[in-house]
């Protein structure tokens, strides 16, 4: 059965579409429009406003478009649109956003306050993989895809969560914590390890575990949170009973394929995060030989003159 039965707002979300374009036209006016009248702000780079931009057209991809009505047919594109939103939307945004820009809001107490509590590494890898693995676990999924005020908080918080996971490694705004080398890369390759046991669950477990992708009538109701009521109303009398009219893919199957797309998309990030943190660190060291030679050499001393 065709998607386009859900009706042009289901499918391309065009409320979010608006909010997504005055969300850039509002990036415009402060970074470059408006610039003028923030003190210590400076000219935006054109890495940021790609970034940024790239952001944008991903958070509409993820959460706007048919993508978003397939996340609520098929738990593999569900996962498939976390590992989006939360591995590549999240940091893009960090790093599209000018750092006068940060330290305007950080300037602010409880936005410092939350930062500097939730950006200390062990904190933020343990409240980012509270909350995902929480998100998945099947209880709770279920009832936050009936609720639209659940599932709106959940999300934010978690995508917030995913901010505070990325900071520590993306960030160089001053005096916020940041990471530096090898415990960069420790950082990044322990949040993959963290999470890998709430996508083995998903992956190992050998019946369906999520009633909104797999009953019927609760499904159905999961649809509201992107379908209207109206054009739900209308479709009562097609029948429909469940995603299996929309894929030929088992439910068992396609939540399994969920947990191993989440698991294969972060390791290819990761991956490539990893290698620019390792060439961007070796690069440091040759430039800086010298310096880091006549340090080496000072704590020495030290210890030789204490010793």
Excluded at 23 to 38: A, E, N, S
Excluded at 123 to 149: A, E, N, W
Excluded at 209 to 216: D, F, H, N, P, Q
Aim: contains cysteine; glycine residues 6%.
């Amino acid at each position: 059965m065709p998607l386009s039965i859900f009706g042009f707002r289901a499918l391309w979300s065009p409320y979010f579409l608006l909010a997504i374009l005055l969300g850039v036209v509002l990036y415009y006016l402060i970074t470059v429009k408006w610039r003028g009248r923030f003190e210590g702000s400076e000219s935006v780079t054109k890495r940021q406003i790609s970034y940024f931009l790239a952001s944008m057209v991903l958070l509409y991809i993820v959460k706007g478009s048919p993508m978003d009505l397939m996340g609520h047919i098929l738990f593999s594109v569900h996962m498939a649109q976390m590992a989006m939103l939360l591995l590549i939307v999240a940091p893009f945004l960090i790093v599209g956003i000018p750092n006068w820009i940060w330290e305007k809001l950080l300037a602010k107490k409880i936005f410092n306050k939350l930062f500097m509590l939730f950006t200390k590494p062990i904190i933020s890898l343990l409240v980012f993989t509270l909350m995902f693995s929480m998100y998945h676990y099947p209880l709770i999924l279920d009832q936050v895809k009936l609720s639209i005020l659940l599932h709106t908080i959940f999300t934010v918080t978690l995508f917030m969560s995913a901010v505070f996971l990325w900071w520590p490694v993306i960030n160089t705004v001053k005096g916020q914590p940041q990471l530096h080398g090898l415990k960069k890369i420790g950082y990044v390759i322990l949040s993959a390890l963290l999470i890998t046991p709430a996508c083995s669950l998903i992956i190992f477990v050998d019946v369906p575990v999520y009633e909104t992708y797999a009953s019927g009538e609760a499904w159905l109701k999961a649809m509201a949170l992107c379908v209207p009521s109206s054009t739900l109303a209308g479709l009562s009398g097609l029948g429909i009973s469940g995603p299996e009219l929309f894929t030929d893919m088992p439910t068992l199957y396609d939540q399994q394929l969920g947990g191993i797309l989440m698991k294969v998309i972060q390791e290819i990030i990761y991956v490539v995060i990893i290698g620019r943190i390792f060439l961007s660190w070796s690069q440091y060291e040759k430039d800086n030989a010298d310096e880091i030679t006549r340090q080496d050499l000072l704590k020495r001393q030290k210890l030789t003159m204490h010793g």
